[in-house]
């Protein structure tokens, strides 16, 4: 079964007052307002690390940094077969993956939610490998880079790919101290 691209579709948007600067508001946050999907999306797509929350099969949570690619409304990681968070997928497919900035008072946080899903279709890995190399360049495609071979490692089963096609996502927003927090629900 094809995976959904919740890219064609609108997810609803919320704007959470409880953990927004609209209950109370500074100055300059008067009209905060929830961060609309199209520019949340264009966040998770640039970004370049990633932080993987997989659930250990004992119930603890194992959070790793990754490399990720957007394409066609969904996530993309990769992990070797053998990796703690390959086997925490095998055995639950629940996860988060997570990216921002680590200041208090500007940025954007964003955390997507859902299923991960191996990927298994030739024609889609190709497509993928082709969106990594396109966002990460060097880092993939010169000998010198830092995750060179990355393609030919997935083509081969030596890296497998993941597919995470959103069911919620959060964004924290911070703006000068003022701070927004945005559910978006596929």
């Known amino acids: 079964m094809p995976m959904e691209r919740p890219d064609v579709q609108r997810?609803?948007?919320e704007l959470d007052a409880r953990y927004s600067s609209?209950?109370?508001?500074?100055?300059?946050?008067?009209?905060v307002t929830a961060t609309e999907w199209a520019d949340a999306r264009g966040r998770v797509a640039a970004a370049e690390i990633y932080w993987v929350v997989t659930v250990r099969p004992g119930?603890?949570?194992h959070i790793t940094p990754a490399i990720a690619a957007w394409h066609d409304g969904v996530l993309y990681f990769p992990t070797g077969p053998g990796e703690q968070k390959a086997r925490n997928l095998a055995h639950d497919a629940h996860c988060a993956l997570l990216t921002g900035s680590n200041s208090l008072t500007e940025g954007f946080d964003l955390v997507v939610e859902g299923e991960a899903e191996r990927v298994g279709d030739p024609a889609v890995l190709e497509e993928v490998i082709a969106?990594?190399?396109?966002?990460?360049?060097?880092?993939?495609?010169?000998?010198?880079?830092?995750?060179?071979?990355?393609?030919?490692?997935?083509?081969?089963?030596?890296?497998v790919l993941f597919a995470v096609a959103p069911v919620t996502a959060y964004g924290f927003g911070r703006d000068d101290g003022v701070y927004s927090h945005t559910r978006w629900s596929f």
């Open 11 to 13: 997810p609803t948007t």
């Open 59 to 61: 119930g603890g949570p």
């Open 22 to 31: 609209a209950l109370n508001p500074r100055p300059g946050a008067e009209g």
């Open 131 to 159: 969106a990594y190399e396109e966002k990460y360049g060097a880092h993939i495609t010169s000998a010198e880079g830092t995750f060179h071979g990355i393609g030919d490692a997935m083509r081969s089963g030596n890296a």
